[in-house]
């Protein structure tokens, strides 16, 4: 038996992983409870031996941070502490229900109560909610309450949001979603936004302007605030996208920008899992003239008493269910409280440093279109000495090597873009030696070009044929064999 | 004066009569690498310059299709539905839409092949 196969196609009619006690109830005819759904399940008919051997092996050709390097640009793969999963399990905190009284759960508001504290306190807003599932509905509730503050001052014609170029990629979606119209701007030679572009797509239907800062090429916005004036003059307002927020924590904050509304993406800025779809938290800031939009509940403190709010006429209305996603917030603020302000602020340093220190030694073999100071990461564009090679095989022969690839083709404005961020929780070793493959790959890539465009030759799977899975969706077992017949 | 323009989205338009049939060009496609999916407008659509009138997605990314003129969507190329791949084979062959335009203007904006060259020289 491979289990390397698909489970069902381990399955043996007659084999099962589970025992029963003896029936000692009368039996019963189906098809006396009405017309079944269906006739059978086309379940797999496994052992339990071979089911956990089949998923503990397919589980070890999966790549994850607690396995290697994954200088993923733009995704901030950094190192997810052990101590955030040891207190997401404290009883205390993992067994209780939405549903209970508020006097039995005071320590867990209390828990979420000061994780607003915290998150307002790294991100100079008002007041925040924890409610978004991740950050992707962060934004969505971020400009339905951009959105909600012009509908009631009448301003029904400010229907624009304007977004630059170099913008977090979820962005152009979130816009669109919330029912605003898109205009992109692009950048100026270092990346920054266009100030002459921007003001010459300001008029009066703006709604506002989404900015991540640092952007999508790991540079720090140097007008920022000539940015936030123009838009609030204009009657617009100005949201930040929280994204790259692991790179200025404890240094400089949106707040103080002049920045009206904001997400923070806590799977990147405080180390929770990479959910992989799975529960994410996206908590929402905003200034305090925007606080009546929330979403209901807000967690409050009167007296020595933690309550949840509801009464806010205004409210977008609620965007997800109960209070968030708990345990992921319970993580957020574990990581929080073990770093504290001095060792937020130093995560941010050294993921700042990581960065310059890759930048700064493989800009000498690889293009680096835009060559300044970078924040917590940075762009490369091809290999200087092997310009035909493409960044597809580069990062395709990286996987022999060890290390998961960096994002690849994206931001969209570089081509033969290779996004690398190393985050904050890496070695100067484990840097060290990701420098010396690169160099070796850019080493073939001159001598062997054959050997990357072949690449990778040690991985489970090799060269994914692209075009033939973007066509032929097989998404399903009754696909495959339908593929195969 | 030739009836071929180009724009600095790397589309290109060619003019005959009243209609304008809009592609992407070569230098597009090499850049998009395969190309699997093209999403075509609704016929009939009144469209505004700088308007998305397409989505052409590739294994690398999804760019829209902005168009440089206005009018109305009166063809579209219905056979990139099952062969997206003809864009890689021959972009210049191959349109994806044609407007009936509704301001011949619009095309004073637009590069000509030589100059478009030149505009990929200094781009690329």
Same mark, same amino acid.
């Given at each position: 038996m491979s289990y390397d196969r698909l489970?069902?196609?381990?399955?043996?009619?007659?084999? @099962?992983?589970?025992?029963?006690?003896?029936?000692?109830?009368?039996? !019963?005819?189906?098809? *006396?409870?009405? %017309?079944?759904?269906?006739?059978?399940?086309?379940?797999? #008919?496994?052992?339990?031996?071979?089911? !956990?051997?089949?998923y503990v092996n397919i589980s070890t050709k999966n790549f994850s941070i607690d396995k290697g390097f994954y200088p993923l640009g733009s995704c901030t793969m950094k190192y997810n502490p052990k101590i955030n999963e040891n207190v997401a399990r404290i009883p205390g905190l993992s067994k209780i229900h939405p549903y209970q009284p508020q006097s039995t759960v005071q320590g867990s508001l209390a828990l979420l109560y000061e994780l607003q504290e915290y998150l307002a306190e790294v991100s100079g807003m008002d007041t925040m909610t924890l409610q978004p599932a991740a950050g992707a509905q962060g934004e969505l509730a971020g400009l339905m309450i951009i959105k909600k503050y012009h509908e009631l001052r009448g301003d029904h014609h400010r229907t624009k949001i304007i977004l630059p170029?170099?913008?977090?990629?979820?962005?152009?979606? $979130? %816009?669109?979603?919330?029912? @605003?119209?898109?205009?992109?701007?692009?950048?100026?030679?270092?990346?920054?936004?266009? !100030?002459?572009?921007?003001?010459?797509?300001?008029?009066?239907?703006?709604?506002?302007?989404?900015? /991540?800062?640092?952007? /999508?090429?790991?540079?720090?916005?140097?007008h920022i605030e000539e940015v936030t004036q123009i838009i609030h003059d204009a009657g617009g307002l100005i949201y930040y996208d929280g994204a790259n927020m692991n790179a200025i924590m404890g240094r400089a904050r949106p707040g103080d920008m002049g920045f009206d509304v904001m997400h923070f993406n806590v799977h990147? /800025?405080?180390? /929770?899992?990479?959910?992989?779809?799975?529960?994410?938290?996206?908590?929402?800031?905003?200034?305090?003239?925007?606080?009546? @939009?929330?979403?209901?509940?807000?967690? #409050?403190?009167?007296?020595?008493n933690y309550v949840l709010n509801y009464d806010l006429p205004n409210s977008i209305g609620k965007v997800k269910a109960f209070y968030g996603n708990y345990g992921i917030l319970v993580r957020t603020f574990s990581y929080i409280s073990t770093m504290g302000g001095p060792g937020l602020r130093e995560a941010s340093e050294m993921a700042v440093l990581n960065a310059n220190y890759l930048m700064e030694r493989l800009k000498k073999t690889y293009r680096l279109p835009i060559d300044k100071l970078c924040k917590?990461? @940075?762009?490369?564009?091809?290999?200087?000495a092997a310009p035909n090679v493409s960044t597809l095989d580069i990062a395709k022969r990286l996987m022999d090597f060890g290390f998961h690839p960096p994002t690849v083709y994206f931001p969209l404005i570089i081509p033969e873009a290779m996004m690398i961020e190393p985050t904050e929780t890496e070695s100067r070793d484990t840097l060290d030696r990701f420098m010396d493959a690169l160099e070796a790959i850019a080493k073939e890539a001159v001598e062997n070009p054959e050997?990357?465009?072949?690449?990778?030759?040690? %991985?489970?799977?090799?060269?994914?044929?692209?075009?033939?899975?973007?066509?032929?969706?097989?998404? $399903?077992?009754?696909?495959?064999?339908?593929?195969?017949n | 004066m030739s009836n071929l323009f180009f724009t600095e989205e790397h589309e290109w338009v060619r003019v005959e009569g009243n209609k304008a049939y809009i592609g992407i060009s070569n230098y597009a496609q090499s850049q998009l690498g395969d190309i699997v999916y093209v999403e075509l407008p609704e016929m009939?659509?009144?469209?505004?310059?700088?308007?998305?009138?397409?989505?052409?997605?590739?294994?690398?990314?999804? *760019?829209?299709?902005? $168009?440089?003129? *206005?009018? $109305? !969507?009166? #063809?579209?190329?219905?056979?990139?539905?099952?062969?997206?791949?003809?864009?890689?084979?021959?972009?210049?062959?191959?349109w994806i839409v044609a407007i009936e335009l509704s301001e011949k203007e619009d095309l004073t904006s637009l590069m000509d092949e030589e100059d478009y060259k030149q505009f990929l020289g200094e781009d690329a």
């Amino acid at each position: 038996m491979s289990y390397d196969r698909l489970i069902f196609e381990n399955s043996v009619p007659g084999k @099962f992983a589970y025992s029963l006690p003896k029936l000692d109830v009368p039996e !019963i005819d189906p098809s *006396s409870l009405g %017309t079944p759904i269906r006739e059978e399940l086309d379940l797999p #008919e496994v052992s339990e031996g071979d089911l !956990i051997r089949h998923y503990v092996n397919i589980s070890t050709k999966n790549f994850s941070i607690d396995k290697g390097f994954y200088p993923l640009g733009s995704c901030t793969m950094k190192y997810n502490p052990k101590i955030n999963e040891n207190v997401a399990r404290i009883p205390g905190l993992s067994k209780i229900h939405p549903y209970q009284p508020q006097s039995t759960v005071q320590g867990s508001l209390a828990l979420l109560y000061e994780l607003q504290e915290y998150l307002a306190e790294v991100s100079g807003m008002d007041t925040m909610t924890l409610q978004p599932a991740a950050g992707a509905q962060g934004e969505l509730a971020g400009l339905m309450i951009i959105k909600k503050y012009h509908e009631l001052r009448g301003d029904h014609h400010r229907t624009k949001i304007i977004l630059p170029d170099s913008a977090h990629g979820t962005n152009p979606a $979130t %816009t669109a979603m919330a029912g @605003f119209e898109l205009v992109e701007i692009p950048s100026d030679e270092d990346g920054s936004v266009d !100030i002459e572009e921007l003001k010459a797509v300001i008029d009066g239907n703006l709604a506002g302007l989404m900015l /991540t800062n640092p952007n /999508t090429l790991g540079l720090f916005e140097g007008h920022i605030e000539e940015v936030t004036q123009i838009i609030h003059d204009a009657g617009g307002l100005i949201y930040y996208d929280g994204a790259n927020m692991n790179a200025i924590m404890g240094r400089a904050r949106p707040g103080d920008m002049g920045f009206d509304v904001m997400h923070f993406n806590v799977h990147k /800025t405080f180390s /929770t899992p990479h959910g992989g779809g799975g529960p994410g938290a996206g908590p929402v800031g905003v200034k305090a003239f925007l606080r009546e @939009f929330l979403p209901v509940p807000l967690i #409050e403190k009167e007296g020595e008493n933690y309550v949840l709010n509801y009464d806010l006429p205004n409210s977008i209305g609620k965007v997800k269910a109960f209070y968030g996603n708990y345990g992921i917030l319970v993580r957020t603020f574990s990581y929080i409280s073990t770093m504290g302000g001095p060792g937020l602020r130093e995560a941010s340093e050294m993921a700042v440093l990581n960065a310059n220190y890759l930048m700064e030694r493989l800009k000498k073999t690889y293009r680096l279109p835009i060559d300044k100071l970078c924040k917590h990461e @940075f762009v490369l564009s091809g290999i200087q000495a092997a310009p035909n090679v493409s960044t597809l095989d580069i990062a395709k022969r990286l996987m022999d090597f060890g290390f998961h690839p960096p994002t690849v083709y994206f931001p969209l404005i570089i081509p033969e873009a290779m996004m690398i961020e190393p985050t904050e929780t890496e070695s100067r070793d484990t840097l060290d030696r990701f420098m010396d493959a690169l160099e070796a790959i850019a080493k073939e890539a001159v001598e062997n070009p054959e050997l990357l465009h072949n690449a990778p030759y040690t %991985t489970p799977v090799r060269r994914i044929d692209e075009v033939y899975a973007a066509k032929a969706l097989i998404l $399903t077992y009754k696909d495959m064999l339908n593929e195969k017949n | 004066m030739s009836n071929l323009f180009f724009t600095e989205e790397h589309e290109w338009v060619r003019v005959e009569g009243n209609k304008a049939y809009i592609g992407i060009s070569n230098y597009a496609q090499s850049q998009l690498g395969d190309i699997v999916y093209v999403e075509l407008p609704e016929m009939d659509d009144e469209v505004s310059v700088g308007d998305s009138v397409g989505v052409v997605e590739s294994v690398k990314s999804a *760019s829209d299709l902005f $168009t440089p003129v *206005s009018g $109305t !969507i009166v #063809e579209i190329n219905e056979d990139l539905e099952d062969s997206p791949e003809l864009l890689n084979e021959d972009a210049m062959a191959n349109w994806i839409v044609a407007i009936e335009l509704s301001e011949k203007e619009d095309l004073t904006s637009l590069m000509d092949e030589e100059d478009y060259k030149q505009f990929l020289g200094e781009d690329a």
